[in-house]
């Protein structure tokens, strides 16, 4: 067989080579990792680490039963799903709440983040309706523990709810210092026809109630230049009876209260910032699990789209089984 120079073998690479690459990309990527594999990594594999717990024993073949680093970390630099589970009392909330410091905080005893990520957490308390609403859990990251928080800076903690409820949920929040709770404002261009869609849960591919068909066709006229002001003067012009007015009312009234005095100076995303926590509480005796449900998809929308000038964001779902449907598990898809 002659010798001769083949150009496309350039574009192949060496199988020595690629197994290095493809072990030093696998764990660059892990999403979790112990104390013992920091140790022999470096922390030029993993430079960007959160501490989250300790390791009590650890059950592998070819290791010991108790690794020489109790240390165990969250890969912040790597995206990643978790999910939170147990019975009540078992330490959900503190297991999330332990997450989101390490997320946001840089601080020495919590591992190295030289680029805290945005976070967002979405709430909806379901006991809102009997009075008894009790403030996110996650709130209380504004303000640490007089003893162990030592010398480190608590991450700047926002709470949105509906402008109609800002009073009361004031007072549901103010016994946390630290803690500002702001209208959530949507900005006109925050809405588009997609979102709305999404909001009033109407899928184009399932069977929608009669008067949507009027709706979709006056949303396929604007096609690419919607405007929510002139879908609302259209929509007041169509001859719906008595029923359907009442159930567009009730779809579109919470939306129409956060446009209501919203730009683009006071818009939700303006809160989306580094090493800051965001937590869109909807809890309100007039909303229901499936609407606050259409809320949190259109804001994860806007939350994915936001520069917010981080190395990564974290999306908490608070009681998710309660209210995710399947198009929110669409958008948190999209982050990674």
Known sequence: MCDYFDPELELLFNDAEEDDGGAQHAMRTAPVFTGDAFISLGPDIMPQRALYGRIVSQHVPGFPTIPSSPKFYINTNAPFSALVCGVQGSGK?????????????????????????????????????????????????????????????????????????????????????????????????????????????????????????????LLRSMDDDFDYGRFRSELDKQKFSGSQKAMLKLRLSLLDSCLMGGNLLNRVSNHFRRGQLTIIDLS?????????????????????????????????????????????????????
Request: hydrophobic share 40%.
């Open 93 to 217: 909330s503190h297991s999330t709440s332990v997450l989101l410091e390490s997320c946001l905080m840089s601080h020495e005893r919590l591992g190295t983040l030289p680029e805290p990520l945005s976070a967002i957490v979405f709430h909806f308390d379901t006991a809102a309706g009997g009075g008894r609403v009790q403030p996110c859990e996650a709130a209380y990251l504004a303000a640490l523990d007089t003893d162990r928080g030592g010398d480190a800076t608590p991450p700047a903690v926002t709470v949105l709810v509906f402008p109609s409820n800002l009073q009361s949920m004031r007072k549901v929040y103010a016994g946390l210092p630290r803690v500002k709770v702001e209208p959530l404002h949507l900005a006109p261009e925050d809405i588009s026809g997609e979102r709305l869609l999404s909001m009033m849960k109407v899928d184009e591919n399932t069977q929608m109630p009669l008067y949507m068909e009027s709706i979709m066709a």
């Open 284 to 336: 309100s005796p007039y909303m229901d699990g499936s609407s606050a449900c259409g809320f949190f998809d259109l804001i994860l929308g806007l939350f994915v789209e936001a520069d917010v000038n981080a190395s990564g964001k974290l999306v908490v779902l608070d009681e998710a089984h309660k209210n995710l449907r399947v198009e929110v598990r669409a958008d948190l898809q999209s982050l990674s």
